[in-house]
């Protein structure tokens, strides 16, 4: 993975912890668990520089999210990759 990559997805992790925060503020616990579940294995990659990371597989288990009512993480991701490789994933 190219360092611009990974950059996008410690950006994607910084606004998940930012919903987070705003979930817990609004008490939507359920919310923030949820998403937490999601970034807590992208924290761990990225720590690793992102050795092993299946990117298919990282996105697969955040499809439910957008359905929580939180912020598309795959449109953040997308339109800060812009033409880079928006549609390799």
Do not use: P, Q, T
Not at 13 to 29: S, V
Not at 45 to 70: I, K
């Amino acid at each position: 993975m190219d360092e611009s990559k990974k950059k996008k997805y410690r950006l994607i992790l910084y606004y998940a912890m930012l919903d987070i925060r705003f979930a817990g503020m609004i008490k939507n616990f359920e919310a923030a668990r949820k998403l937490a579940d999601a970034m807590h294995n992208l924290a761990l990659f990225s720590a690793n520089d992102f050795e092993g990371f299946d990117e298919a597989r990282f996105w697969h288990e955040c499809s439910y999210l957008d359905r929580g009512g939180l912020a598309s993480l795959r449109a953040i991701f997308d339109e800060e990759l812009g033409d880079e490789g928006a549609s390799e994933v």
